[in-house]
């Protein structure tokens, strides 16, 4: 992610004008009380607006899905060796829902310790990945984004890429305490935006960050591809925060299933082996 | 009720002892720095809060409520004697207080407790212990002297004790730490760094004194005021123009050229955030702030 805050991008006046149409309580300023700030969504979008809109092509399907208000949690899986996925639904969550949305995902820690990144993904409300954050996020009604499959799932390969890998099962009790409807979601082309052939962990290591994607181009440059992002019916679960882990377990799986039949359909649709009209989203 | 300030010469502890005398309680103050013109009927008596004068304040005025303000930042006390303050002060002031029979005590302690870093969460709730006292060690005592007026609750269980955990002030007075940090015209940041900075009006600060005060509180409190603002918002807002400094360059620089004399450790909390959330403090007394950021911080830019 290029942070906006070192480039005189320009702003799109009709992308400020629907950011202001966020519903977070902002400030003169134009800064929520997470720091989230309006000049620097604006930044973001317009950004976004070209990949969202031009170099990809994004299908969107079972949007009316997310709630137009109040707490939500996005569930989803991992496609493509960097966090392109949550940057995708980000910009879906804002062009394709009326009211826009602001997804607030839960950040890698290293980032908070890279400058221009730590900044920028503060504005921009993409917080760090603490159970302390969620909790707040959803009691104050925001859409919260989350990847069960954490930094496994983005150093997925190619030939791995419709699959899932192990859950975390946090974000179930996290649903359950505060009572918040779980809406799955697919995201499918990643694999082919960014076909993974290796990762580098140990130069990884040397600039911070977990691995570095390779292609076969080298870099991890995303080709302009067909990206979908299907989003299930919610679901809201029964049972207590405190359940035992084969409790919990059980709604997890339930949830993987989910995203996995989504995801199975995100294909077929790809294949040509499935109608639009055929799609099954509930 | 008759009321004890420790460290009343500070200025918010003064804004504070008008306040008490307004509301008709009695007021006597201890504090090392003179107060040349107390409002009428408070005596300020000049002395150590660990030495012997200052016990005989407890045992001649017998206070029914302490508030205790007399603890020192790196800001102001360079020296090593800043341990000795702050622990051995808060230790001794709150022994008179079970020795003397005083019914209440009210630390103001700082929400710098919960330290800065990358990975610390915004909003602090009171149950979270300090994470980053390692990386700014200036800190450890007023840290640890937090601890000890919080033990007081199980070790005087009869003594009413409250802790506040303050947010910045800022304000008129244009004292305290913030104040400081923005005092020049230039202030320094952490290149690709804008952490928040949650701060409270002067005024408002003291009012929340005086609420914890009346209100009998127990347990340990955040206190803050408006929600926080980015520091860019806060150096542009009050007049001021960031200097952003690369992380390896900042440390040589600091206290020359202008800027601010910092220790090591308060890189952390020009790099990241130190946020609290006040709600259990807000139920507890029904504290509302008068001022919201964008006055406070014109109060601070207009006095001066």
Excluded at chain 2, 199 to 227: K, M, Q, T, W, Y
Aim: with cysteine; proline share 8%; glycine share 8%.
């Amino acid at each position: 992610m290029i942070p906006a805050t070192l480039i005189p991008l320009p702003t799109d006046a009709e992308i400020a004008r629907r950011v202001s149409r966020i519903e977070l309580p902002w400030n003169r300023h134009g800064i929520d009380p997470y720091g989230i700030d309006q000049r620097e969504l604006a930044r973001l979008y317009t950004l976004l607006s070209f990949f969202y809109h031009r170099y990809f092509d994004v299908k969107v399907y079972g949007s009316n899905h997310v709630p137009a208000r109040g707490r939500a949690m996005l569930v989803g899986n991992h496609s493509g060796g960097w966090a392109l996925d949550a940057i995708m639904i980000i910009a879906s969550a804002f062009f394709s829902l009326d009211p826009p949305r602001l997804a607030q995902g839960m950040a890698e820690k290293f980032i908070q310790r890279m400058p221009f990144l730590a900044w920028f993904t503060s504005r921009i409300g993409q917080l760090t990945g603490l159970p302390e954050h969620a909790v707040r996020l959803l009691q104050d009604d925001r859409l919260l984004m989350v990847f069960p499959e954490g930094a496994r799932g983005t150093a997925k390969l190619y030939r791995e890429r419709d699959s899932l890998v192990g859950f975390g099962t946090g974000f179930v009790r996290l649903a359950l305490q505060t009572r918040t409807p779980i809406v799955p979601v697919a995201f499918v082309g990643g694999g082919e935006a960014i076909p993974t052939v290796t990762n580098l962990y140990r130069v990884g290591r040397l600039f911070g960050v977990p691995y570095i994607p390779v292609t076969p181009w080298g870099a991890a440059i995303p080709l302009p591809v067909t990206l979908q992002i299907l989003y299930g019916a919610p679901i809201v679960l029964e049972g207590n925060a405190s359940d035992t882990d084969d409790v919990i377990a059980r709604h997890v799986e339930r949830i993987k299933g989910r995203i996995a039949a989504l995801i199975r359909q995100g294909r077929a649709l790809r294949d040509g082996k499935l109608r639009e009209t055929e799609l099954d989203l509930t | 009720m008759k009321v004890l300030i420790t460290g009343i010469s500070g200025a918010l502890a003064r804004e504070v002892t008008r306040r008490v005398v307004e509301r008709g309680h009695e007021v006597v103050g201890i504090d090392v720095r003179p107060w040349y013109h107390p409002p009428e009927g408070v005596r300020v008596i000049q002395t150590d809060i660990r030495k012997r004068p200052a016990e005989e304040v407890f045992r001649s005025f017998r206070p029914d409520a302490l508030v205790h303000m007399a603890t020192v930042t790196h800001l102001t006390h360079r020296s090593r004697d800043r341990y000795r303050i702050n622990l051995g002060g808060t230790q001794a002031v709150f022994e008179h207080c079970a020795h003397y029979g005083v019914k209440q005590a009210l630390f103001v302690g700082r929400h710098t407790y919960y330290g800065a870093g990358p990975d610390s969460p915004l909003y602090h709730t009171e149950s979270e212990p300090p994470m980053a006292v390692h990386t700014f060690a200036e800190l450890s005592d007023l840290v640890a002297a937090d601890l000890y007026a919080g033990s007081a609750l199980w070790r005087y269980p009869r003594i009413d004790t409250a802790v506040l955990r303050l947010c910045y002030t800022l304000g008129p007075f244009r004292q305290g730490t913030l104040a400081a940090f923005l005092k020049g015209p230039r202030v320094p940041t952490v290149l690709g760094f804008d952490p928040l900075f949650h701060f409270i009006h002067e005024l408002d600060a003291a009012a929340a004194i005086v609420l914890s005060l009346e209100a009998r509180l127990r347990g340990v409190f955040n206190v803050s005021g408006p929600p926080p603002v980015p520091l860019s918002v806060i150096i542009r807002e009050t007049g001021r123009s960031p200097v952003p400094l690369p992380e390896a360059l900042i440390r040589p620089l600091l206290g020359r050229f202008g800027l601010p004399r910092l220790p090591p450790g308060a890189l952390e909390h020009v790099k990241y955030p130190v946020v609290i959330d006040s709600s259990a403090f807000r139920k507890a007394t029904g504290f509302a702030p008068q001022f919201d950021e964008d006055a406070t911080m014109a109060a601070f830019r207009e006095a001066g």
